[in-house]
């Protein structure tokens, strides 16, 4: 008996940890959530409907990308294809952790599947490198649950602020500004900056194609000239030290 309530104990402490670890990521996401929501109202997109994107899509990246694809009026498979396409990251994330939550029922994995954005799996990789992991997923779930929470009232609150602003005031300039914050932070090398690149140019190039294809175009020209870029690199490190 004293055994169980030590081992609830512990997994509520790495639950409470979970959430004040992601506390201070969450200065940088209030701000883009009430920015989502501000521009989904500005695009058109019911409140109701806007919301909606928050809850199921959860995915900041995938939500500015899909507010801008329903502003152009682009076709509904064009928008679902694009954010498929731009959430293809979260495959590597469930790569990476999946090893220490293969155990769990799945419920517990389906949950943690549900909150592993990129924010929440910054923070949980870091837990995941401890040598004890047997309650890891009591702190992955109180990080991504802070996450979820904070990225749904700072939506509803955009939502809220953005049907209040006169429609002379055109947000629409908010959404290449908010894109370019996100894209500055991640140019750190070679292959990454030649993606963003070779995907602006690409993009610029075919930015008059139907359906909006010019964008994913883009993203596919991007990821594949950052993946060979980065493959060329670490063959050429392996040549090095095999020379040495």
């Given at each position: 008996m004293a055994s169980v309530s030590t081992e609830n104990?512990?997994?509520?402490?790495?639950?409470?940890?979970?959430?004040?670890?992601q506390l201070p990521l969450l200065l940088g996401v209030v701000p883009f959530g009430m920015i989502f929501g501000a521009l989904a109202v500005a695009a058109g997109?019911?409140?109701?409907?806007?919301?909606?994107?928050?809850?199921?899509?959860?995915?900041?990246?995938a939500q500015f990308l899909a507010v801008g694809l329903i502003a152009a009026n682009a076709p509904a498979l064009v928008i679902v294809l694009?954010?498929?396409?731009v959430n293809l990251r979260h495959m590597l994330y469930s790569a990476s952790v999946a090893p220490y939550f293969s155990h769990l029922p799945l419920r517990w994995r389906g949950a943690i599947a549900w909150l592993l954005t990129d924010e929440a799996f910054a923070v949980a990789s870091?837990?995941?490198?401890?040598?004890?992991?047997?309650?890891a997923h009591w702190y992955t779930l109180g990080t991504g649950l802070a996450l979820w929470a904070a990225w749904q009232a700072s939506s509803a609150l955009g939502i809220l602020l953005g049907a209040r602003v006169p429609e002379s005031w055109?947000?629409?300039?908010?959404?290449?500004l908010t894109f370019l914050a996100l894209l500055m932070p991640t140019l750190k090398d070679r292959p990454a900056v030649a993606a963003a690149?070779?995907?602006?140019?690409?993009?610029?190039?075919?930015?008059g194609a139907p359906y909006r294809?010019?964008?994913?175009?883009?993203i596919l020209a991007g990821v594949a000239v950052g993946m060979v870029w980065e493959m060329r690199g670490k063959s050429r490190s392996d040549l090095t030290r095999e020379a040495a």
């Open positions: 104990l512990a997994a509520r402490r790495e639950f409470v940890t979970g959430i004040r670890d997109i019911p409140p109701l409907a806007a919301q909606g994107l928050s809850f199921f899509v959860f995915a900041g990246s694009t954010i498929l396409i870091v837990r995941l490198q401890q040598a004890d992991t047997r309650l055109s947000l629409e300039f908010a959404l290449p690149v070779v995907g602006g140019l690409v993009a610029v190039v075919l930015g294809l010019g964008l994913i175009s883009a």
